[in-house]
């Protein structure tokens, strides 16, 4: 079925450090991919997209290319900073595209 | 502000006590969807909707009950509280297939004991 598989952490680095969090999904067609952000007690935010192939999503630093050749969307940043800490999740529609599958989550720490 | 909007944001239950987890969302928005967050186990689907009188089960259902009388809400039942059920629960809203993403309310955090 559609799934996504994510490095599961957790990551620590340090602060400015360049930030990479895997992420890979399996293909049925082409669908949307997501990354989102959880910050300590709170909701899931949606951190960047990509809704075809070769799409490029970024946001606040991040990015992330969509690359059907090795089915991957890998989270990105130059350099990462304190406020960033928090878990990161990476999502695709699920069966019937009305719900998303989530990865388990990556919880990223950034010392200073 | 819009949004999706999720009470209460605590509760404690006891084993076996029923109780309503509500959510509303402003969008307009016609999907929209349940979802529990447990340690390790990432984000389950619970229970989703696809317009108003239209649900369907997710992963986990078993426990919860859904209904949609309306467009704007989508409140989630559990039947009789386990120790189980002990999580997080997020509501989320979509305005189309989840091919431009969900909206998040900022979640309820359950206690069964």
């Known amino acids: 079925g559609d799934s996504v598989t994510q490095m599961e952490g957790p990551v620590t680095l340090s602060e400015e450090a360049f930030l990479t969090i895997n992420c890979t999904y399996t293909?049925?067609?082409?669908?949307?991919l997501f990354w989102y952000v959880q910050y300590p007690g709170e909701g899931l935010q949606l951190l960047l997209k990509a809704t075809k192939a070769d799409d490029k999503g970024s946001n606040k630093g991040f990015e992330a290319t969509y690359r059907k050749e090795t089915t991957s969307f890998h989270l990105e940043k130059g350099s990462v900073q304190v406020s960033d800490s928090a878990v990161y999740f990476c999502?695709?529609?699920?069966?019937?595209?009305?719900?998303?599958?989530f990865g388990k989550g990556t919880k990223l720490s950034v010392i200073p | 502000n819009a949004g999706v909007t999720q009470t209460p944001k605590f509760q404690v239950l006891k084993t076996g006590q029923s109780m309503t987890l509500q959510c509303a969302q402003d969008m307009n928005h016609e999907y929209m969807s349940w979802y529990r967050q447990d340690p390790g186990m990432g984000l389950r689907l619970i229970h989703y909707?696809?317009?108003?009188?239209?649900?369907d089960q997710g992963e986990v259902p078993n426990g919860y009950n859904v209904s949609r009388s309306t467009t704007e809400d989508f409140p989630l039942r559990l039947l009789s509280a386990a120790p189980s059920q002990t999580s997080v629960y997020f509501c989320?809203?979509?305005?189309?297939?989840?091919?431009?993403?969900?909206?998040f309310g900022s979640g309820t955090r359950l206690t069964v004991v």
């Open positions: 909707s696809v317009g108003a009188g239209i649900t």
């Open positions: 293909a049925t067609g082409y669908p949307s």
């Open positions: 999502a695709r529609p699920g069966a019937g595209s009305y719900q998303l599958t």
């Open positions: 989320a809203s979509s305005y189309s297939t989840g091919r431009y993403g969900y909206t």
